[in-house]
């Protein structure tokens, strides 16, 4: 069961509303410190709130209305088999980052909460559960 922040951006991004560069939405800094990325750091588990903001973000990445303006993102969907994306790849972006710095937080958050995207069985990348709307090549 996720936050009510994610089910209220899902109707925020389904309206049409949030810009391509989501200059509008306000992320709280609840970013951990660079060693949460270790492997042999204890692991975080993020609260519904965290669950629900990374779900959000990677879920607006992904959505049609974005991923045809984001060349970057679509390229590399287009481009690797099963249309998976490294998670490492995409959170590196400033607003993820300033979200956590662990991807095993991305890949919980995405596991537990996301309904359009999925997550590798190896937890390093990512994708949509959907074919990409129509496209120019």
């Given at each position: 069961?996720?936050?009510?922040?994610?089910?209220?951006?899902?109707?925020?991004?389904?309206?049409?509303?949030?810009?391509?560069?989501?200059?509008?939405?306000?992320?709280?800094?609840?970013?951990?410190?660079?060693?949460?990325?270790?492997?042999?750091s204890p692991f975080r588990e993020p609260d519904e709130d965290l669950c629900g903001k990374i779900t959000y973000l990677f879920e607006f990445?992904?959505?049609?209305?974005?991923?045809?303006?984001?060349?970057?993102?679509?390229?590399?969907?287009?481009?690797?088999?099963?249309?998976?994306?490294?998670?490492?790849?995409?959170?590196?972006?400033k607003k993820v980052k300033q979200l956590t710095q662990d991807s095993r937080q991305i890949v919980f958050a995405l596991r537990k909460c996301s309904t359009t995207l999925e997550v590798n069985d190896l937890g390093t990348a990512v994708r949509r559960k959907e074919k990409l709307p129509p496209y120019d090549e």
């Amino acid at each position: 069961n996720c936050s009510k922040y994610a089910q209220s951006c899902s109707d925020i991004i389904q309206s049409g509303c949030v810009t391509q560069n989501m200059a509008d939405v306000q992320v709280m800094d609840t970013a951990g410190t660079s060693d949460h990325n270790s492997l042999t750091s204890p692991f975080r588990e993020p609260d519904e709130d965290l669950c629900g903001k990374i779900t959000y973000l990677f879920e607006f990445y992904f959505s049609d209305r974005n991923i045809l303006k984001d060349d970057f993102l679509l390229k590399l969907v287009k481009n690797n088999e099963g249309g998976f994306v490294k998670i490492e790849l995409i959170s590196v972006r400033k607003k993820v980052k300033q979200l956590t710095q662990d991807s095993r937080q991305i890949v919980f958050a995405l596991r537990k909460c996301s309904t359009t995207l999925e997550v590798n069985d190896l937890g390093t990348a990512v994708r949509r559960k959907e074919k990409l709307p129509p496209y120019d090549e």
